[in-house]
């Protein structure tokens, strides 16, 4: 028996996030009892994204073009390509206003038991843009977790040996934050990743 157009409606909810049965199922009904053109309007705009939006052929994030304003844009220095895994995390990165590099986004993360290695992340194109000629330095900006870590060793692995300069965002300390309230493992890599003063 095909399920409900509610429950199907339900169903499709799930796949957001942090979107458990009891939050789909409140959801669902938000929509079809209180706001049906909120509705229409959602299922629209989602439909519109799916047709319009690619990735870009330079950065591979998310575009309507098939090069993207910031890879387009003469402000940036081309001969800096800072490596994410999102393009979440590419908007946190411009949100600090101390980058003016161009971005890759991997788009994900080696992560074997999920079954993505570097094959399924597109690491060839990864190489073909940082070893354009241009490209002076990569900065590895992959997130601090195991998988994180990973991909930022395969990637080194693969540029290192080709003279492009690559580096890594440091661990330490948060801005503002204090000692009493920082995990030991974050306080353990500050202390390894101390730098000297200038005085």
Not at 65 to 80: H, Q, T
Not at 81 to 89: A, I, Q, S, Y
């Amino acid at each position: 028996m095909n399920p409900s157009a509610l429950d199907s409606l339900i169903e499709a909810l799930r796949c957001l996030p942090g979107v458990g049965p009891k939050s789909a199922q409140r959801m669902a009904y938000h929509l079809l009892q209180r706001d049906r053109s909120g509705a229409q309007r959602l299922g629209d705009a989602v439909q519109h994204a799916l047709q319009a939006i690619r990735h870009c052929q330079r950065c591979n994030t998310f575009s309507e073009a098939e090069v993207c304003e910031r890879c387009l844009s003469p402000r940036r220095d081309p001969s800096v390509l800072c490596v994410v895994e999102t393009p979440v995390d590419m908007n946190m990165m411009e949100q600090t206003l101390s980058y003016q590099g161009l971005y890759y986004v991997l788009m994900g993360r080696i992560s074997p038991l999920d079954g993505v290695g570097p094959r399924e992340l597109g690491l060839d194109r990864l190489m073909a843009r940082a070893l354009d000629g241009v490209v002076k330095e990569v900065i590895l900006a992959t997130n601090y977790t195991n998988e994180g870590e990973a991909t930022a060793h395969y990637i080194t692995a693969m540029l290192k040996p080709k003279g492009v300069g690559v580096t890594r965002i440091a661990r330490g300390v948060p801005v503002g934050g204090e000692l009493e309230y920082v995990d030991s493992g974050t306080l353990a890599q500050a202390l390894r990743e101390r730098k000297s003063c200038s005085g």
